[in-house]
């Protein structure tokens, strides 16, 4: 079975600093994708950004990047020059091809400090 | 114009009534889901449906069924409701179940169970 760990519950940065958000997973599939997905207070899921799980290289979307490291599982998400309008609960998730389904982690709420 | 709606967004009910939550996708997706967010914000797929019909059912109560009328409803009935059914309901759909796939939610049904 996949599990998605994220072990900081909050995090906080101040506005146009960098942040860093962690994630571990476990899986024993081969072929499977990561996800970072965005909840702000209005509730909306926002994918952030993806990754291929076979792909070396870290997806990088505007500010957001990760950090994948295949051999320790991690899978971190690092947010550049942060905005007061990235302040969100951040989820992290895995999906392999059983379905589509997302495998969600615990979340970190993440505070912008102006 | 609403990618995926979900309606009501908040239902308060009384412990043993019957509920539904409606979801519709406009975006001519083959794929549609249903996750509960608890009180702690964790996420977790219910159910997933693939052109009308069911292929992820993640072990929910019988008292939950859903029901995919075609590709772009997917609705949730929830008979006999308690009190651990409190909860956000959120649908999400995609192009199909490959697993890379972004996932589209709704706005999310916030339950409330007396």
């Known amino acids: 079975a996949q599990t998605v760990t994220q072990s900081q519950p909050e995090m906080s940065v101040q506005e146009a600093e960098t942040v860093t958000l962690s994630c571990t997973y476990d899986?024993?599939?081969?072929?499977?994708?990561l996800f970072w997905y965005k909840q702000p207070p209005s509730r909306q899921m926002i994918l952030v950004i993806r990754?291929?799980?076979?792909?070396?290289q870290n997806a990088t979307e505007n500010r957001f990047s990760v950090n994948f490291q295949k051999a320790a599982k991690s899978f971190s998400l690092k947010i550049s020059d942060s905005q007061l309008g990235d302040a969100a609960m951040y989820f992290c998730a895995s999906s392999y091809n059983q379905g589509g389904k997302l495998i969600f982690g615990q979340g970190t709420e993440l505070s912008v400090k102006p | 114009d609403t990618a995926v709606s979900q309606t009501p967004k908040y239902l308060v009910t009384q412990m043993g009534n019957d509920k539904s939550i409606k979801c519709e996708q406009n975006l001519g997706h083959d794929t549609m889901y249903w996750y509960k967010q608890d009180s702690k914000k964790f996420l977790k797929i219910m159910f997933s449906y693939n052109n009308k019909e069911l292929i992820i059912n993640e072990t929910v109560p019988n008292r939950f069924s859903p029901k995919s009328p075609d590709k772009a409803h997917l609705n949730l009935h929830i008979n006999s409701l308690e009190l651990g059914d409190s909860a956000v309901y959120f649908c999400?759909?995609?192009?199909?179940?490959?697993?890379?796939?972004?996932?589209?939610f709704g706005p999310g049904t916030r339950l409330t169970v007396l």
């Open positions: 999400a759909s995609s192009q199909d179940v490959v697993a890379y796939n972004e996932q589209f």
């Open positions: 990754q291929e799980a076979y792909k070396q």
């Open positions: 899986t024993s599939e081969s072929d499977y994708y």
